[in-house]
């Protein structure tokens, strides 16, 4: 079956520089969520987008941006990167803001 | 506001042996709860979830829980663990959010070390 595609799955930025992730969900989903990962801890949610309609934000920082387009994927495009922004970014989707999240298998991004 | 607690961050066992890693959630409205796991290097896999109906919950690989809503509890078993099965694993609880959405608010996770 089908599962959500992330895409690059590991990316190298330097500091200050800008990182775009990208997101496919499970065909026919409609909904996506970003979550970060960082090094041994809990995913934390960042935003979720249904029909493109973005919903409440999480711990996302302002200088990080989300969309959902017409085809359904999503783009988080992160600005001024920090060495904090270092963790495993994951996206999610779901058939439904209230369906059970299905998630992919991540992006790496690494900020030297 | 939702919450989960994961009581054990590292659970060894024997290869054969049972193992329970246990989850202790807070709500103040209905719940859905779900475990997932993350083996080394990859992305979150579901095992199972509880939404309503039964309390006992069977989901992949041979993973079992149970929904004790009075002790607030969604412990994740395995009668019998495999080398595979190590990995971490985090019980999630799905938390709203306005205009109809919901997000998962994870656990710190357990690790579960399977040993020959």
């Known amino acids: 079956a089908a599962g959500v595609i992330q895409s690059p799955r590991h990316l190298i930025k330097e500091k200050r520089e800008t990182a775009t992730l990208k997101c496919y969900p499970i065909?026919?989903?409609?909904?996506v969520y970003w979550y970060q990962q960082g090094p041994g801890q809990d995913p934390q949610f960042l935003i979720s987008f249904y029909e493109k309609m973005q919903s409440d934000k999480g711990s996302i920082p302002d200088r990080f941006s989300a969309q959902q387009f017409s085809d359904y994927h999503s783009e988080l495009n992160m600005s001024s990167l920090e060495l904090g922004d270092s963790a495993l970014y994951f996206c999610a989707s779901s058939l439904g803001p209230t369906d059970t999240q299905y998630f992919g298998p991540g992006t790496r991004l690494t900020v030297l | 506001a939702q919450s989960v607690t994961q009581l054990d961050s590292q659970v060894p066992v024997f290869e054969e042996a049972p193992v329970e890693l246990r989850c202790n959630y807070s709500?103040?409205?209905?719940?859905?709860l779900f475990w997932y796991v993350q083996y080394p290097n990859q992305g979150l896999q579901l095992l199972l979830k509880?939404?309503?109906?039964?309390?006992l919950v069977k989901g992949i690989n041979g993973f079992e829980a149970e929904f004790n809503k009075s002790q607030t509890s969604f412990h994740l078993r395995k009668p019998s663990v495999h080398i595979s099965d190590t990995a971490e694993y985090f019980c999630?609880?799905?938390?709203?959010?306005?205009?109809?959405?919901?997000?998962?608010?994870f656990g710190a996770g357990t690790r579960l070390a399977v040993h020959p």
């Open positions: 065909p026919r989903h409609d909904t």
């Open positions: 709500s103040s409205v209905s719940v859905y």
């Open positions: 999630a609880v799905s938390a709203p959010l306005s205009g109809g959405y919901n997000k998962l608010i």
């Open positions: 509880y939404l309503s109906g039964s309390t």
